[in-house]
Structure formats: C-alpha cells, structure tokens
C-alpha cells in the first residue's frame, strides 16, 4: 500500500457528505481513532465534526489528496457523477492506491462508471449503499450492502463494522447498487399497500388502531406498517425517509429496470403516485404521507 | 331464546362449507363438545366431519332448520348469497332466534343485505371473515374480524374463541368484510412489492438468498418476505393461498373502493398483475407465483 498511515497505523479517511446521515457516520469513525478529512457543499453541516477533531478540506478533489480512503454519501448521482468524475474531483486527485466507497444510493451503471474510471488510475472502489435510515446512522446499526471486488471489500470492512452492522458484499462494481434499489422495490409496493389499505379502511369508518392491533401480526404485517401505522394515525407526517429522497430511488429503479429489458408495473404505479404527492406539496414530507393523497382526514 | 340446545347446553352448531378452511374449524367445535350439522357442496368433505360425529345434512337450509347458530364459510359471493337467500336457503329455513355467521371473505355490500334480510325475521347475523390462513385455521389461531350488533357478537364470541385467537368487532354489518378487505389491499401492494423486488434482483444475478438475509429484518420487511422468500427460492409455488382466490379478494376491494368513489391504483396494478398470472396457468397456484410473472427462473 503506496497511501500514507494516519494516527495509530489506521488509514486517513475523507468523507465527503456530512448531511443527517454522514455526519452520523463520520463521527463514528472519528470516535473510533480515524483521522478525518471533510467536506461538504454547505459548509455549516462539517462544524460538527471538525469540532470533534476533523480537518475541514475545500473540495472533493484535496480530500482525496490527503486521504487513503475517500468515503462519499451525497444526495443524487449528479451529484456523485460530479464529486468523483468532475477535472479535479476524486479520481482525478486521489493517490495511487486509494480506495473509494460511495455509500450514496445512486446507479449501479454509475457505479460501474466510477470503477472502470478508478481501476486504470490505481484506485480501489466500491459502493455501498445503506440502509437503516437516521436511527441506523446514529446507531451505528446500519445494513451495507457492498459491490466491487474482494479485495476493496476486504479493505473496506474495518470501517464498515464502524458504521453498521449487516454488512453484505453481493458481487461486482454496482452490486451495492442494485441490491439496494431491490430492497427499494420492495418497500415501494409494501408502502403503497400499506397507505392504500389504511385509506381504504379509515374510508369505510373502520378504527384503523384496532385493525392495526388486530393486523399488525398477521399476513399483512411488515416493518413499515409497524412503524408507520402510529405515526399516521398521530397525523405525524414528518421524514424519516423524504418523499423526495424515495422518488429519486424509484426512478432510479426504474430506469435500471428499463435497462435491464423489463418493466415493474407495481414500482412504476408507486412512483406515479409518489410524484403526484411530490407535485401536492409534499417532497420534504415523510413517505407515510402517500396516505394523505388517499385520504386527507 | 327460542332456540333448542345441544348437548351439555350448547346450542346446535350448523357449518356449510367444509373445505380447507371449514373443516378445521368445525373440527375444533365438535373438539369443543358442540354438536354439529354439516353440509358441503361436495359431500365428501363432509367424512373427516361425520366420522367425529357431526350429522350430515342434504341443504344450506336443512342445515339452518335443525341449528341454534349457522356458520357459513364457501367460496364465493355468488356461494354466499346462494346459501342464505336463496328460497329454502337459510334465511328461510332457520328458526327466529337463531344467528348466522358468515366467515367467507365476500363483499360488505352483501353482508349488508344478508344482515337486512335476517333481521325482519328476528335473525341475528355476524360477517366474520378470517386472517391466518389453512394454518391459523388447523391451529385455531385465525384472526377473526367482526361486523354486527355488540349482541350478536357476544354471542358468536364463544364459538370464535374456540376457533381463533384475536377477535375484533369492528363495527355493524359488513365491517368484518370491509376490514378483511383492507388486509388484503395492504397484502396486495406487499407482494407486488417483494416479487417484483425480488424478481429485479435475480435479473440482476444477486443471489438472493444473501439478500434475504440482509433485508428480512429492515424496513423491506415483511410477513410475507419472510415467508415467502424461501418458498420462492425453492421453486416451491404451491398454495399457501391460492391466485384465484386472492384475484376474487382484490376484486372484492377493488369494487368496495370504487363504490365507495375512490381509486386505489396499487391494488388496481396487483389485480392486473394476478390477473395476467391466473391467465398464464397460475390461478391453482400459491401468491407467492407472482414472481414467476416477472422471473421464469
């Protein structure tokens, strides 16, 4: 390994995206030793961190610089397009023998990009996206689900176990991706059932806690309607998991769908309906707000 | 109460439909020291039944002329409705007094008028459609959802302790089906979800079992990822709960919905989606199929 060693032998890490789940994320890895290089676009979100010892870089390019291992969770695959394949970005400045881990659900096609990119220029990659939400990032109780070789998995696992708890590596460059745009999928049709149902019932003057107590453990039980179900009946409608952020995953599904030469009619009916409630107001709402487009009581 | 009694006090039980379901059910009755009339379309369901002493009976209505308490559970509305409104069915033949319990999943708009009918004829009637499956039933631990009068709940109450274990009364006539209704609605976008979640990641040459074990206890999760998965993963589609019944559930909702003036596009694209399968070959196979809608392998 040509990188340089941070404090204690352990690689110096930069982490680029310090929003509600980086910040989390990063600060375990602070709490566990690393060294730290940051960065974020609104620059406000890295005081936190830097408070707790990190080193505030001035743009994704001179955190690869300084860093062995470059850690990215950032908002939409534009914005991990720009921060790793941008003149001066991450693969551009990055040190030979690098290792890059996107944790960002974004593409599997990008993330394939990213390493095909990586790979002539001496770098390791992988992606890695999360699942487990806030809670999963402040708790450290995160599943990852990883693609990119072996060996960069390998390599990546210390800081993983930091960070999470399931962690899995399922195959190649954008199998992270893929697996997680799975799991979206699924919660796509699961959360359509769920509000639909709910609505169907709070329609038909039905007391949904009741149903809820008498369902809840039953066949047509599920994570989300354990714990959306009270949220909605508190009128809670507060994220959790933004709309905005959910469709942004659909669509991505979807189009990896496309890609892939097959079409998911219950993915395209929930994203359809998940814009529709994004153009009623309510993008930076919670995904248990789709009940409110069935039902506004 | 007019009514004569069974054995030890008990009033006479009648049971119409002896299926999968029905039998188990009346079984656990006679278990209960209740005599039983029985009555089924194919008579030889019957056996099992009158080998433990029930007495066979040649109609729905001779079943309700010698019974205190009729329990129907068929397959379908048009069965429904056959056997209670019939001329010489059971609202005809069955003593004042007496009390009807439907437990098929059928509309509420039926119940409804089963419920109209009865009443003039000083009958008590119950929609008391169940959760829980050929399971739930054979280890009496059904969910049981329960639309009539508090009195004629009261009353039906012992029989549904002996046959499940949560017994709701949702409200008056036909809110047992309205509930039963939002279940399936609420299954109906969970399995979209999870067949065609899974689906994309078999396209995508993830193995899934991985998957599973990474996803099952997040927020992808679900009853029926966790029971489903692995029989998917077997290439076991055998019923579980069969297609042809979970279409004329979903058509049921689908129906309640629009009566009730709204559109559920998630159930709208599972019923599409069930309907395709059922005309591929599937309707005799379990729900659990629909993957093989997306995914031959």
């Not at 910040?23 to 408070?51: F, W």
């Not at 850690?71 to 990055?94: C, H, M, N, S, W």
């Amino acid at each position: 390994m040509t990188a340089s060693n941070g404090e204690g032998g352990k690689p110096v890490v930069g982490f680029i995206g310090t929003g509600v789940m980086g910040q989390s994320m990063a600060g375990h890895l602070i709490d566990a030793g690393y060294s730290l290089n940051v960065y974020n676009r609104t620059e406000a979100k890295c005081e936190p961190l830097v408070r707790k010892g990190a080193k505030l870089k001035g743009g994704p390019g001179e955190v690869a610089a300084d860093s062995d291992i470059v850690i990215t969770i950032v908002g939409f695959p534009k914005d991990v397009e720009q921060v790793y394949l941008d003149p001066g970005g991450v693969i551009d400045r990055a040190k030979p023998g690098s290792l890059l881990i996107d944790m960002t659900t974004s593409s599997p096609e990008l993330a394939e990009r990213v390493y095909n990119a990586a790979r002539p220029k001496g770098l390791g990659a992988c992606d890695a996206p999360v699942t487990g939400g806030d809670r999963g990032a402040r708790e450290a109780t995160l599943s990852i689900l990883v693609g990119g070789t072996v060996e960069d998995f390998n390599r990546a696992l210390p800081l993983f176990k930091i960070m999470g708890k399931n962690i899995v590596h399922l195959g190649p460059a954008g199998f992270g991706q893929r697996a997680k745009l799975a799991n979206q999928i699924i919660i796509a049709g699961t959360m359509l059932g769920m509000c639909e149902g709910l609505a169907y019932a709070r329609k038909s003057g039905i007391d949904i806690q009741k149903l809820f107590d008498c369902l809840a453990n039953g066949a047509a039980g599920s994570w989300s309607l354990t714990n959306y179900t009270p949220r909605i009946l508190n009128g809670d409608f507060n994220p959790g998991f933004f709309v905005k952020h959910f469709v942004k995953d659909m669509r991505l599904a979807s189009q990896s769908a496309k890609d892939a030469g097959f079409s998911l009619k219950g993915l395209e009916t929930a994203l359809e309906q998940y814009i529709k409630l994004e153009n009623d107001g309510y993008a930076e709402s919670g995904t248990q707000a789709l009940y409110k487009l069935y039902c506004e009581e």
